[in-house]
């Protein structure tokens, strides 16, 4: 059930910055853990992120850590995921998609309540 819209992806060269955004008109984000994902053509969907909706920090997975960092605008009502150093390795489409339940280490894509349609992401020089 489509509810979020990601948004900012484009193409990057390696080494350069991207900052993606995850939003919704529906709920109140700040009430939901949020997680990003990627999934590159012929592979499973690929956890990187989450920020919980109980905890003022994010958890990342091993590729994510260092390179991206994610965060909650509460007044917005967005989050966000910052990614630096980009490599073509990270091309892909990434999703956000939000759970009731607290951040937990490789939740799947597929149990979060609600998600959205993905934005691109192209590294490449």
């Known amino acids: 059930q489509v509810q979020l819209v990601e948004s900012g992806g484009g193409l990057v060269h390696p080494g350069g910055s991207l900052t993606l955004s995850c939003a919704t008109s529906?709920?109140?984000?700040?009430?939901?853990?949020i997680g990003w994902f990627r999934q590159a053509p012929g592979t499973e969907p690929e956890g990187l992120a989450c920020i919980s909706n109980s905890e003022p920090y994010g958890y990342y997975e091993y590729v994510a850590k260092g390179r991206f960092t994610i965060s909650r605008d509460k007044y917005k009502n967005m989050v966000y995921l910052q990614m630096n150093d980009l490599k073509p390795d990270d091309t892909a489409v990434y999703y956000c998609a939000a759970d009731e339940a607290p951040c937990g280490p490789k939740v799947p894509m597929y149990e979060y309540d609600y998600g959205g349609q993905g934005t691109q992401v192209t590294v490449s020089s």
């Open positions: 529906v709920f109140d984000l700040d009430a939901y853990s």
